[in-house]
């Protein structure tokens, strides 16, 4: 079992705001990144450290971490965010991890 | 643009050990900072942590798995290797290499990711 915990299904209405969280707490100590993952690819990172984004992600995908959560805000949601989304971090151990994933829907 | 890519059998016969390189392109794996690991994802789950890699070897593994994998880094190569011993029908899964980032800049992330390669444990 994951020391990260991710709801495991989340949807949203196209266009909406939409929140995935990652709870854990090791999120008190170490750094959180997030993962999206469409069927059939390989997961891409999102996003980064306090709040970064790699190039050729948009802007419309944000982070935030507060005490033993971890969050992925994606504002304004759009048909191609519908995928799988990881977070990865360490456990209690300083071993990494990823949480169990939640799967988005885009209504 | 750094790139990943996992070659190795796609079948692997129970008991016997299952073993994959992951070849990297647009980067050194000796550059300082940088680590290298495998992720694997069985059929319908999800992300699974196997180990990571530094340029210098020391390796560090998922606990579940220490007992079974092994991986290592060639330098001359510029890839690095995964083995794992022991394998039953619950190994039969994706797997990824993948770039771990540990610098100050990008703190602590799998920045790219190979595509992939299903591996079927299987008589």
């Known amino acids: 079992s994951s020391e990260l915990t991710q709801d495991p299904a989340v949807s949203v209405a196209l266009g909406q705001t939409v929140r995935i969280t990652c709870q854990g707490d090791?999120?008190?100590?170490?750094?959180v990144s997030w993962y999206q993952q469409r069927p059939g690819q390989a997961p891409v990172l999102v996003l980064y450290?306090?709040?970064k984004r790699p190039s050729g992600i948009p802007d419309r995908f944000s982070g935030s971490t507060s005490g033993t959560t971890g969050s992925l805000t994606i504002t304004g949601a759009q048909a191609e965010d519908e995928a799988d989304y990881y977070c990865?971090?360490?456990?209690?151990?300083?071993?990494?991890?990823f949480g169990g994933g939640t799967k988005l829907t885009v209504l | 643009q750094v790139q990943l890519q996992e070659s190795g059998p796609g079948l692997v016969k129970p008991s016997e050990t299952l073993s994959l390189i992951c070849t990297v392109s647009?980067?050194?794996?000796?550059?300082?900072?940088?680590?290298w690991g495998w992720i694997r994802q069985s059929p319908g789950k999800g992300l699974e942590w196997m180990g990571t890699?530094?340029?210098?070897?020391?390796?560090t593994y998922n606990p579940s798995l220490k007992s079974r994998v092994t991986i290592s880094v060639d330098t001359s190569k510029n890839h690095f290797s995964l083995n794992l011993t022991s394998v039953t029908a619950a190994d039969t899964a994706v797997y990824y290499c993948?770039?771990?980032?540990?610098?100050?800049?990008?703190?602590?992330?799998?920045?790219?990711w190979g595509q992939g390669t299903m591996v079927t444990v299987s008589s």
């Open positions: 990865h971090s360490r456990d209690s151990s300083g071993n990494r991890v």
């Open positions: 647009g980067d050194s794996i000796s550059r300082d900072y940088y680590y």
């Open positions: 993948a770039r771990f980032c540990s610098t100050s800049t990008c703190y602590e992330a799998f920045d790219f």
């Open positions: 890699v530094y340029k210098s070897g020391s390796p």
């Open positions: 090791s999120l008190r100590s170490y750094y």
């Open positions: 450290g306090y709040n």
